[in-house]
């Protein structure tokens, strides 16, 4: 019916242009309480039934994979639409179509079209999506830097990128994609690619490099020096964050039977030897035999059981026994000796599960200490049940 047209009662005039393009309201209502407010309740604002609805911030083509969405709960998610797919799910109030999009930053999104994204989410305001989108870029910072993604960037998205003390990347490869994202603004200002212009384009964004103990102000260095006659001894080689993405497995083996999380959170408290920085954690997937999108609503708390981050969001898990990673929207660093508590709704009734946990375990030279946590409404302990790794990054 959508693909034919086929006895349409609404109308949408798309984009700058004013595409043209029919619909049916009782699929619309069906899925958004925006459309059906707009149709039948205070929104309608007793206008001619016929007159079409003029929307000229979403353009037709993902406007069409939107509405494909709403009739079929199926979507193409890419790279190139799919900030205009989250701005449309959240104008329209479509939750499902909005967690697939924040899912998909997770699970797809990779470092060559990571600032592309970034770049959008900006543009769009999207400050949620950005945040998750810059953790990405600050975890995989050399092969983001590395790549042309980030000579496309606006003066704002690369300065909280190399401001950024999580930084995953040494001070000289930081510089040299500050050097590549200069010349590119030179030539999109009709300028002469040189180092006064390099200089005019990169001031403000320069002042926002931290400062690395040991080492003169890095823009101090910048304005002394002619970037071709640079001495390399300036540069810090190392990373501004020691190591990332460092992982500890709570388990040793795997349970047999299905874990039921119906009852309620999972939650584990632990403390660490010495700082550390908490990225995220795993989880085990659905023990379903079949491809299964998993809802997960997770907080850490601290001794106060004050929220220091959250995470809320879907993963699809494929029926395997293997871990899926549910990476934090925020980082959150974590003092040793200090007890936290890792809190974790998983949707799904059934997941595979661990066993032959241990109260102490060593990795990177952190020793993590477990407890069980009265915070635990299923059967995740110590010993078994879900929440089988923790995913931390290290400091210098």
């Known amino acids: ?51 079409p609805v003029i929307i000229p911030d979403i353009e037709p083509e993902p406007f069409m994979v939107f509405l494909r969405y709403m009739y079929c709960g199926e979507v193409s998610i890419t790279s190139d639409n799919v900030i205009y797919l989250l701005y449309a799910a959240k104008k329209y109030a479509v939750l499902g179509l909005t967690n697939k999009c924040i899912s998909y930053v997770d699970q797809v999104l990779d470092t060559d079209n990571a600032c592309t994204v970034l ?15 810059l953790a990405l870029i600050l975890r995989k910072a050399e092969e983001v830097l590395a790549a042309d993604d980030i000579t496309y960037l606006c003066e704002e998205c690369l300065a909280k990128i190399i401001g950024s003390g999580d930084l995953m990347a040494c001070e ?58 640079r001495p390399s001894a300036f540069f810090n080689t190392s990373l501004r964050v020691v190591q990332r993405q460092l992982r500890l497995n709570r388990f040793q083996g795997l349970a047999e039977a299905g874990f039921n999380n119906r009852s309620g959170s999972n939650a584990i408290t632990f403390q660490t030897s010495r700082d550390i920085i908490l990225e995220g954690f795993t989880i085990y997937g659905s023990c379903r035999a079949s491809d299964r999108e998993v809802d997960i609503k997770a907080q850490l708390l601290d ?12 993963i699809f898990t494929h029926g395997d026994t293997g871990q899926y990673d549910v990476i934090l929207d925020q980082s959150a660093p974590l003092r040793n000796g200090v007890q936290y508590t890792l809190v974790v709704a998983i949707a799904d009734a059934l997941t595979f599960a661990g066993k032959d946990g241990r109260r102490i375990l060593f990795s990177h ?31 210098r």
């Open 303 to 314: 001794p106060s059981e004050a929220v220091l981050c959250s995470v809320e969001k879907s």
């Open 172 to 229: 000289d490869i930081i510089f040299k994609a500050c050097l590549r994202w200069a010349d590119s603004e030179c030539k999109r200002r009709n300028i002469e690619v040189g180092d006064s212009n390099r200089r005019e384009v990169l001031g403000k964004i320069l002042y926002k490099q931290p400062e690395t103990p040991g080492m003169p102000p890095f823009w101090t260095e910048v304005f002394i020096y002619p970037f071709s006659v």
């Open 119 to 133: 770049e959008q989410a900006h543009i769009f305001d999207e400050k949620d999506f950005h945040s998750s989108v």
């Open 365 to 395: 030279n952190v020793a993590f200490t477990f407890s069980h946590s009265e915070k635990c409404q299923t059967a995740t302990s110590v010993s078994h049940g879900q929440l089988p790794g923790l995913i931390f990054a290290l400091k």
């Open 1 to 51: 019916m959508l693909d034919n047209q086929y006895q349409c009662d609404v109308f949408f005039l798309l984009g700058n242009a004013g595409v043209r393009q029919g619909a049916h309201k009782f699929v619309l209502v069906s899925r958004s309480p925006v459309f059906d407010a707009m149709f039948y309740g205070p929104l309608s604002g007793g206008g001619e039934e016929d007159s």
